[in-house]
């Protein structure tokens, strides 16, 4: 089967996830994500949240990039599969179906960065968790910190499980900020991305 060209393979994911409203980095948010790759030599990732394989398939396409997805979700873990596949990325990206929260990590090794993409209420733990297996000198990346402005305006929002979301979302980056071991940004680009480069 011919590999299908990675841009027309992103191209369509991008617009279908606008259809199926399947949440992916925006444009600008990818742009950065892969400028901090490029400028950090990342050369190991680990991604908490494949969804259809978006950013896994962007950042496996920079030369000498391996990845290491996670996903829970059934469905989206096989989507990943077939276009990991349609990209002929298989030797590029390793897609592990797994709850991150509950899995074994213990066989995963060390990595350069990490890009949590994950349930938003999850930041914290999956930070706890995974954050230990960033080198020093790595950076971890995690998308929605500022979750589609509400994050800066939470009295607008009218549904209680959503403030508590943000809620949680406001301490988690009230916990980073404060950590010593890291050098913690909010940038705004996409929908708020925090990147933590680790002492």
Do not use: W
Not at 29 to 49: A, H, S, W
Not at 93 to 102: E, G, M, P, W, Y
Not at 173 to 199: A, T
């Amino acid at each position: 089967m011919n590999n299908v060209p990675l841009e027309d393979l992103l191209g369509r994911l991008e617009a279908e996830a606008q259809t199926d409203h399947v949440p992916i980095l925006k444009k600008d948010g990818i742009q950065f994500l892969l400028e901090i790759l490029r400028t950090r030599r990342v050369r190991r990732v680990l991604e908490i949240g494949t969804a259809t394989g978006y950013s896994a398939l962007a950042m496996a396409a920079l030369p000498g990039v391996e990845v290491v997805s996670l996903e829970r979700d059934l469905s989206m873990f096989s989507l990943a599969q077939t276009h990991v596949r349609e990209a002929g990325f298989e030797d590029r990206i390793r897609l592990i179906f797994a709850d991150a929260l509950t899995m074994d990590v213990s066989d995963l090794g060390a990595f350069d960065l990490l890009f949590i993409d994950a349930a938003k209420g999850q930041n914290r733990p999956l930070f706890d968790k995974f954050a230990p297996m960033v080198r020093s000198g790595g950076a971890i990346v995690v998308d929605n910190l500022l979750f589609h402005g509400f994050v800066e305006a939470p009295e607008t929002i009218l549904s209680r499980d959503r403030r508590q979301m943000i809620h949680k979302i406001q301490d988690f980056v009230e916990y980073i900020q404060h950590l010593e071991s890291y050098d913690f940004r909010l940038i705004h680009v996409g929908d708020g991305i925090g990147l933590c480069l680790k002492k």
